[in-house]
């Protein structure tokens, strides 16, 4: 009997030892559980990142392709440009029009035409942007004659060479 009443008291510590276990065990795995949910909640939170991050990457890629566009064109474009070092005179209001028909502005110049076909665009270094509107009977070869409001300005501007960017 007495073997008996110490197997029920052990079979009760055993009880109360796997009670414990027990409690410890889920115990843990609410822990366990909490962690995964806050983990899954991490990683959702990590993958939208990823998500956008990867939008923002595309759309990165196609505004660099779009600059390589227009940066190859823009290169085709200085290709050809045409750079000349022209003698540059200056006339002002004759009363006439140019030979294109336009009233001389800031801006006509007068060309050989055999040299710079009229209506071609330029920046004259020094003066600005020009359009070659007009022809004149000293104007041959390289010489240019840019338009000048006064004839003050003209006796300043002189005779001289400049550098001039004709665009195609």
Known sequence: ??????????SGVLLGIISILTVICCYNIL???EDTEILFEHLNQIEMELESLNTNLKNL??????LN???EELNAFLGRLEVKTMEATAYTHTGNQTFTGTWPKIGTV???????PLGT???VIGYGFVIAEDTGGLIKGDIIDL???TEEECWEWGRRPVEVIWFP
């Open 1 to 10: 009997m007495a073997k008996i009443s110490e197997y029920i008291k052990l």
């Open 31 to 33: 822990i366990v559980r």
């Open 61 to 66: 890629e196609e505004e660099i392709e779009s």
């Open 69 to 71: 566009q227009s940066l």
């Open 110 to 116: 007068a060309v050989d035409p055999r040299k710079v």
């Open 121 to 123: 665009r330029g920046y």
């Open 147 to 149: 338009f000048m409001e």
